[in-house]
C-alpha cells in the first residue's frame, strides 16, 4: 500500500508533470515573471469557472483578505462579524486593520456561521458579515445576505476551503461560491482544492466600484503607474503560479469529484457506527470536502488521533481552540458562554486523509482501523 498522507501532492503532481513543466518554461522562457499574460489567462480563466465578473489575483488568501477589508472605507472599532471556527487568518486581518473581530458561535452540523447568533451579534458598529465556507461547503447564504440587506453590511465570504462548491439558493438559482457576498477570498496554498506550487491568491467581486479599488490596493494604491491615491500594498500572484494554477483549473471539477468519492467511500462505511458522527450536509450547498470531519465523542477523540497514528494513518484537528479562546484576542474579553457549538466542536472534531489520490486500498485500511477503535471502546 501506498504511504497514507493527509494530502498527496506528489501524486497528484505525477499525473500531470509534463503540462505543469511544460507551463513553468513557459514562463520562464518569457521571463514575464511578474504580471505576465500567464497571470491574465488565469484571471480569465477563474472569472468564466466563476461566472464572475471580476477576478483580482493577489498574493495568497490572507492578503486576499485584507485588501478586501481594505476596500471597503471601514473606520477604526467597526465590527466585523465571522466565524468563531476557521483558520485564524480571516480574523487576523480584521484585528491587524484596528477593525474588532465579533466572533459567532456555528452550526453544529455544518460547522458554519450560525444566522441566528449573527442577528444576536449586531450593533450600530457592524459593518461587514464574513462567512467561511468552511471544509468545503458553503454557510446558509441565504439568510446571510438578508441579515446584510436589512441592515446595510457589506458580505465577504471567504471562500478558501470551498473553490468550486455551488449554492443553490431558496429561489432555485445557483451560484458558485465566492459569487454572492460583495466580495469572495481564495487561497492557492497548496494543500487546498485548488492549490498553487506556491502561495497564491484571489479576489472576487461582481462590483465594478469595488474591483478596480481592490486592484489599486494591491498594487500600491495606484491606479495610472506612479500616481498613488490611497494607502495599498504589494500583493500579487507569481507569473508562474497562475501558469501552474491555468492547468490545474480544468482539474478542479474532476479533483473534487475525487474527494467527494472518498467522502462517500468514509459516510457508507461511518454513518450507523455508535461513537462517531460523519460531516453534515446542508441541502443548499455541495460539498468538495476541503476536509472531511467527523464529530466523535469528547472522550474519544484523542484517543482515536493517536491509535490512527501508530498505525500510520495521519489525522488533523481542526480546531483545537475557537478563536474567542486564542491568547491572542484575550484583551476583548470574549465571554465562553456565547460559544456553546465551537467549545464543544473543538474538543470533538477530527478530519481524516482528504486529497484526490486515495485509493481503495488506503480506504479500506483507514475505515477499518476506526472501526476496530470502535470495537475496543465500546
Ligand atoms: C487557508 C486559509 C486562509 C489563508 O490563506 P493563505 O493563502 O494561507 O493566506 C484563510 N482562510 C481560511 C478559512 C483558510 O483555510
Redesign the pocket.
Known amino acids: 500500500m501506498k504511504e497514507i498522507r493527509m494530502v498527496d501532492l506528489n501524486g497528484q503532481h505525477q499525473k500531470i508533470h509534463t503540462l505543469i513543466n511544460n507551463s513553468i518554461e513557459g514562463v520562464i522562457n518569457s521571463t514575464a515573471f511578474i504580471n505576465g499574460p500567464e497571470v491574465k489567462n488565469f484571471q480569465k480563466s477563474l472569472e468564466n469557472y466563476l461566472n464572475a465578473k471580476h477576478v483580482i489575483p493577489c498574493g495568497?488568501?490572507?492578503?486576499?483578505?485584507q485588501i478586501s477589508l481594505m476596500s471597503l472605507c471601514l473606520r477604526p472599532g467597526d465590527e466585523i462579524i465571522t466565524s468563531d471556527f476557521?483558520?485564524i487568518?480571516?480574523s487576523e486581518v480584521i484585528a491587524f486593520l484596528g477593525l474588532k473581530p465579533v466572533f459567532v458561535d456555528v452550526e453544529p452540523g455544518s460547522f458554519n456561521i450560525s444566522p441566528d447568533s449573527i442577528k444576536k451579534s449586531l450593533s450600530p458598529k457592524t459593518k461587514v458579515i464574513v462567512p467561511?465556507h468552511?471544509f468545503g461547503q458553503c454557510a446558509n447564504m441565504d439568510e446571510i445576505l438578508n441579515i446584510a440587506k436589512e441592515n446595510n453590511l457589506f458580505v465577504i465570504e471567504?471562500t478558501?476551503?470551498a473553490l468550486g462548491a455551488e449554492y443553490s439558493f431558496s429561489d432555485g438559482t445557483k451560484a458558485r461560491a465566492g459569487t454572492m457576498g460583495d466580495i469572495g477570498?481564495v487561497?492557492?496554498?497548496p494543500s487546498?482544492n485548488l492549490g498553487a506550487y506556491g502561495?497564491?491568491?484571489a479576489i472576487i467581486t461582481n462590483n465594478d466600484d469595488l474591483a478596480t479599488k481592490i486592484r489599486s490596493i494591491g498594487n500600491h494604491g495606484m491606479e495610472k503607474r506612479y500616481y498613488h491615491n490611497r494607502i495599498g500594498v504589494n500583493s500579487r500572484l507569481d507569473s508562474i503560479q497562475a501558469a501552474i494554477l491555468n492547468v490545474k483549473l480544468k482539474y478542479l471539477d474532476e479533483y473534487n469529484q475525487s474527494r467527494q468519492k472518498a467522502a462517500a467511500f468514509y459516510d457508507k462505511a461511518f454513518r450507523n457506527l455508535d461513537g462517531i458522527t460523519i460531516p453534515h450536509r446542508t441541502n443548499s450547498s455541495t460539498h468538495i470536502f476541503?476536509q472531511y470531519t467527523l464529530t466523535t465523542e469528547p472522550e474519544l477523540r484523542d484517543p482515536l488521533n493517536a491509535w490512527l497514528a501508530q498505525k500510520g494513518i495521519p489525522s488533523m484537528i481542526y480546531y483545537p481552540v475557537p478563536l474567542h479562546q486564542q491568547k491572542v484576542f484575550s484583551n476583548y474579553g470574549y465571554n465562553n458562554k456565547k460559544f456553546q457549538v465551537t467549545g464543544s466542536l473543538s474538543r470533538r472534531v477530527i478530519s481524516l486523509p482528504m486529497h484526490t489520490e486515495l485509493d481503495k486500498e488506503q480506504l479500506d485500511y483507514i475505515v477499518s482501523h476506526i472501526i476496530t477503535f470502535l470495537n475496543n471502546h465500546k
Open positions: 495568497n488568501g490572507t492578503d486576499a483578505l476557521t483558520f487568518a480571516t467561511v468552511l471567504d478558501a476551503q477570498t487561497s492557492f496554498f487546498k502561495d497564491g491568491g476541503h
